[in-house]
Nanobody, 125 residues
Framework: QVQLVESGGGLVQAGGSLRLSCTASFASGYNFDHYNMAWFRQTPETEREFVATIMWNGEETFYAGSVQGRFAISRDNVRKTVYLQMNSLEPEDTAVYFC???????????????WGQGTRVTVSS
């Protein structure tokens, strides 16, 4: 039905930047611009944690307090891609980052229908 593929993860030093991308493939009957998109992250020690979300039309965004002012979420509905620009990275940002698609503009992971496989981000001190 819907496939999400993340890319852009890697190893970066503290204070550096990365841009993650998530490109969607939709089966017939599904449209990228019908879905709100979000980024979550997870480490072996934590549950999946909300990072940022963007409304289907890009007009509203919401961030976790821990990334507010450092990360920026955006989307390109023509390219069916959502981005996460991550600046001033900290070792605490080390995690596997997942993108998700869902019908509701919320922070709860359970509300998102479709998930990618994740891309790993490692921030060295």
């Amino acid at each position: 039905q819907v496939q999400l593929v993340e890319s852009g993860g890697g190893l970066v030093q503290a204070g550096g930047s990365l841009r993650l991308s998530c490109t969607a493939s939709f089966a017939s009957g599904y449209n990228f611009d019908h879905y709100n998109m979000a980024w979550f992250r997870q480490t072996p020690e934590t549950e999946r944690e909300f990072v940022a979300t963007i409304m289907w039309n890009g007009e509203e965004t919401f961030y976790a307090g821990s990334v507010q002012g450092r990360f920026a979420i955006s989307r390109d509905n023509v390219r069916k891609t959502v981005y996460l620009q991550m600046n001033s990275l900290e070792p605490e940002d080390t995690a596997v980052y997942f993108c998700a698609a869902g019908p509701i503009f919320v922070r709860k992971a359970d509300s998102y229908q479709f998930w990618g496989q994740g891309t790993r981000v490692t921030v060295s001190s």
